[in-house]
């Protein structure tokens, strides 16, 4: 379904994604794994079109990312991306709007289950709150693919609990779910599929299952293993 | 693309807002003060209309600017950027919140100002006899009411025309800024560079474009004159609305 291909993109003369060659199939949650500044956002961001590679080939369905296959990829940024003057109302209406995909009466449902009022502007609301509301937007969209950019982040410990929840409640044979996180205990229990990224290559992957199989580990101690000096 | 233009003007519309009051406040005052009798007040907030309206041009032209150079910059421009649109449709967005509101201020402009002058007309005889001796002076000199609308229509186009060129060329290097030059030194004062050596670079080319009619008597004549010039100028905007969308759809990076 995307395909990426000895993708690399250079900042100046620093490569932030060096060489990540990848395959996401439907029906799978995939674990986007590494330290800070291994390169996953800036990945995230080249399959959702915000950032173009350097060189190397990504494609959803054949096609080449653009305006086309942003109808069918999801993506939640690490940061709050609203319009200043929004609140969750007005970017209910705004994806409404752009995306065929957007299911509103699910946006409302999920913002009243993680306790969120429509008409609160974003900008006035916690880190939490922002990040929940992030989380209900993306998710809203029965997109192939879903691309969620450390979602845990600023979110305390229930809540998580609430993120996994609805991510696992989201997940279908239809769609696939990219997660990153450096909260690598909290995804253990639900990935399909592990993508360690390291200094922009990824340095393993693999179903999670196989994975635990092959290296008598859980993912958990493959990370700390793989990261241990960064 | 109008979607976007809806998203675009709730985006911005505090500016015109705020410039709309002050246009209202002024007009409240003026109406009062003609009511009042206040003579010296009338020419005060009459004055200060006409330059504030006069300078609604400029503001919409900077704000046009600065908003897209802000967003660039801020995390907002995921939410556009991620919409599945064309680069194009963006730009054009821009491009046609910019004119929306430009030609508002321009109606605002064009109903206020002739009331307000048969108004201060109406109610001071010195003004009403310096009206009627301009009349006067105009009918001398051959010019009638048909040639002060085709007058106003020449200015109108000229002035669009310069600020679509400002604004897409402004677009060009801001763009230029944040994809090709984004991790070079001096990127800003480098963007502004350019901004400048293509203006004035286009401007210099207009000047030798050969006018149809070298010595125009009348104002059809001087506008036909200047066409070629205006056409050279909207080539340049399409070529640049072009240029921008297709740097930002090969190169962008936010």
Redo the contacts between chains.
């Keep these: 379904m995307l395909q990426c291909q000895n993708v690399m993109k250079k900042y100046g003369g620093k490569a932030a994604v060096a060489n990540i060659t990848t395959n996401i199939v439907p029906g799978k949650i995939y674990a986007l794994l590494g330290s800070n500044g291994s390169g996953k956002t800036t990945f995230m961001k080249m399959v959702a079109g915000l950032v173009k590679p350097t060189s190397g080939t990504i494609t959803f369905a054949g096609m080449p990312i653009g305006a086309e296959t942003k109808k069918h990829i999801a993506y939640m940024p690490t940061e709050g991306f609203y319009y200043n003057y929004m609140s969750c109302k007005d970017a209910g209406n705004f994806y409404k709007d752009f995306f065929e995909d957007f299911d509103e009466n699910k946006y409302y449902q999920l913002l009243q289950e993680m306790n969120l009022d429509p008409d609160m502007k974003v900008s006035k609301m916690s880190s939490g709150m922002t990040a929940k509301a992030k989380l209900a937007l993306t998710l809203s969209r029965n997109s192939s693919i879903i691309m969620l950019d450390e979602p845990l982040n600023g979110i305390d410990i229930i809540a998580r609990e609430k993120v996994i929840e609805t991510v696992l409640q989201n997940a279908s044979p239809n769609n696939a779910i990219i997660m990153s996180s450096h909260l690598v205990d909290e995804l253990e229990k639900i990935i399909d599929y592990a993508i360690f990224v390291r200094q922009g290559e990824v340095v393993m992957q693999g179903d999670a299952e196989e994975l635990r199989t092959r290296y008598e580990k859980s993912i958990v101690d493959m990370y700390k293993e793989i990261y241990k000096y960064d | 693309m109008l ?1 976007l233009t ?2 675009e003007f ?2 911005n519309m505090s500016a015109p807002i705020i410039l709309l009051i002050v246009i209202g406040v002024l007009q409240v005052a003026f109406l009062s003060c003609i009511a009042l009798d206040k003579e010296k007040y009338v020419a005060l907030t009459f004055g200060l209309q006409t330059v504030a309206m006069t300078f609604s041009y400029f503001i919409i032209l900077i704000l046009s600017i600065a908003s897209y150079s802000r967003e660039l910059k801020s ?2 421009s ?2 556009t ?6 680069t194009y449709a963006i730009i054009g967005s821009k491009l046609l919140m910019a004119f929306l509101v430009a030609v508002f201020f321009g109606i605002v402009l064009a109903v206020l100002l002739p009331i307000n002058v048969v108004i201060i007309g109406a109610k001071y005889d010195e003004v009403k006899n310096f009206t009627d001796a301009l009349e006067l002076l105009m009918e001398f000199f051959g010019f009638s009411i048909k040639d002060l609308i085709i007058n106003a229509i020449m200015v109108v186009f000229e002035i669009m025309v310069n600020f679509y060129l400002v604004v897409v060329l402004a677009y060009l290097s801001i763009t230029l800024s944040s994809t090709v030059l ?2 070079k030194k001096f990127k800003g004062l480098v963007s502004a560079v350019l901004f400048g050596v293509i203006y004035f670079g286009l401007s210099w080319v207009a000047l030798k474009i050969p006018q149809v009619i070298e010595n125009p008597t009348d104002y059809v004549e001087a506008f036909v004159s200047v066409f070629p010039t205006m056409m050279f100028y909207i080539m340049c905007i399409v070529a640049g609305f072009f240029a921008t969308g297709t740097l930002l ?6």
């Design positions: 979607k809806k998203y709730r985006k995390k907002s995921y939410m950027f991620m919409a599945p649109v064309s984004q991790n759809e090969k190169k962008v990076s936010l």
